[in-house]
């Protein structure tokens, strides 16, 4: 589930504040009017900071290595407690060894230790805890914690194929743009100043390059304020509920990029689902927590919806199928799985499937990418030269003639 911050207020006027996970918004006000207060204002964060998110955010790889470390003493059967505290010895962080001490804290006054996690939200994500508290139902702490490495590092695979697939383009693009406008800017300028010297008129095509070139010169600072100006209002818009949400739409209607990412949200959801049925969760509380890890609020959305129908009564695989954001494959394949009872290996397969085609969706995309972008940054550079030579090219003719 997602971590909310958020500001409440009690019957006596008093503001109150804090960090808490929940499926959505409604559950969130729900929670807190139990507690008679009531919710004012709430912004969703990342699960992945550490404490009460001041200072530097804890490295997913810390998180992997967090969980590991944590199996292995307790498989090898030393206590909880000794185990945290030797890590804690060993940290030369001293943000990493407030939080151990704080979990060995919590656990000493007889809280468990999924309890114990739960209380940094911002630092473990909800799917390690839920892991967690069903291995202290069956005894096996040590297997969840391993089983939540596994889905962690995972988890940092999907993310650097992601990375992978728009950092490079984007790249790419900036050098393609910061070489176009140094021409234009630069180049042009001293082609003009060098042939108004001379009688002859400039061909069309360099007349426009020199327009162009004039406009961009005059009215750079203009252009460029109206650039950051435009900037901030999307990042604004971004950060709203609604924004977020036609921004996140926008990416999966996205040529190449957009059924790659579509693919990225499918492979988290179903080994996020997999993983909690295989611990025992519920698979209503599986689904809210899976539908906050894929990463993007269209899909989220989706996964609630989802959640809902089943909430209702309908099988899983009819209530992705009617959100239509899914692809056809999921739900057939989560049909079959309902059919056979066999949903845990069946979702295990339709997240290997995922996990091969992501690798090769960003493979093609980079093959199909960078010619591209090459073939425009050479049209544009090509165009550029060919109107500063033109005029060349009719200087030498007049002279011939």
């Excluded at 200072?55 to 059967?77: E, H, K, P, W």
């Excluded at 095509?205 to 600072?221: E, I």
């Amino acid at each position: 589930m997602p971590a909310y911050q958020y500001k409440a207020r009690s019957r006596s006027g008093e503001i109150v504040t804090g960090s808490v996970t929940a499926a959505d918004e409604d559950q969130l006000a729900q929670a807190l009017r139990e507690k008679d207060v009531f919710l004012t204002t709430a912004k969703e964060t990342s699960q992945w900071k550490l404490g009460n998110g001041s200072g530097r955010a804890l490295s997913r790889n810390d998180l992997v290595a967090f969980c590991y470390q944590v199996q292995t003493i307790m498989a090898s059967g030393v206590s909880i407690i000794e185990g945290l505290e030797s890590l804690s010895d060993e940290s030369n962080s001293p943000r990493l060894q407030a939080l151990l001490q704080k979990l060995i804290d919590d656990i000493r006054q007889g809280g468990s230790i999924s309890d114990a996690l739960a209380q940094h939200p911002r630092t473990f994500p909800s799917i390690l805890v839920s892991l967690v508290k069903s291995g202290e139902a069956t005894g096996r702490v040590d297997v969840a914690l391993g089983r939540c490495g596994d889905y962690l590092q995972w988890w940092n695979g999907t993310r650097s194929a992601m990375l992978q697939a728009t950092i490079y383009p984007g790249l790419l693009m900036t050098a393609v743009g910061g070489l176009v406008i140094l021409m234009v800017t630069f180049l042009v300028p001293r082609m003009t100043n060098l042939f108004a010297r001379t009688s002859e008129s400039l061909p069309l095509p360099t007349q426009v390059l020199v327009s162009t070139s004039d406009f961009l010169r005059t009215y750079a600072l203009y252009l460029g304020i109206g650039a950051l100006l435009v900037a901030a209002g999307v990042v604004m818009y971004s950060r709203t509920r609604e924004g977020r949400y036609h921004i996140d739409s926008m990416k999966l209607r996205l040529p190449l990029l957009g059924s790659l990412m579509r693919k990225i949200c499918a492979a988290r959801f179903t080994y996020t689902l997999s993983a909690l049925h295989k611990a025992g969760v519920s698979i209503i509380d599986a689904m809210s927590i899976a539908g906050a890890t894929v990463g993007n609020v269209a899909m989220m959305r989706a996964v609630r919806q989802a959640r809902d129908g089943v909430k209702e009564g309908h099988n899983i695989s009819k209530a992705l199928r009617e959100t239509s954001q899914f692809q056809p494959l999921v739900s057939k394949m989560i049909a079959l799985g309902e059919k056979t009872g066999s949903l845990d290996t069946t979702l295990d397969r339709v997240n290997e499937f995922y996990d091969r085609e992501v690798m090769q969706s960003v493979k093609s995309a980079l093959t199909v990418i960078e010619p591209v972008m090459i073939a425009v940054a050479g049209l544009l550079v090509g165009f550029i030269l060919l109107c500063c030579f033109l005029p060349l090219f009719k200087l030498i003719s007049a002279v011939r003639t």
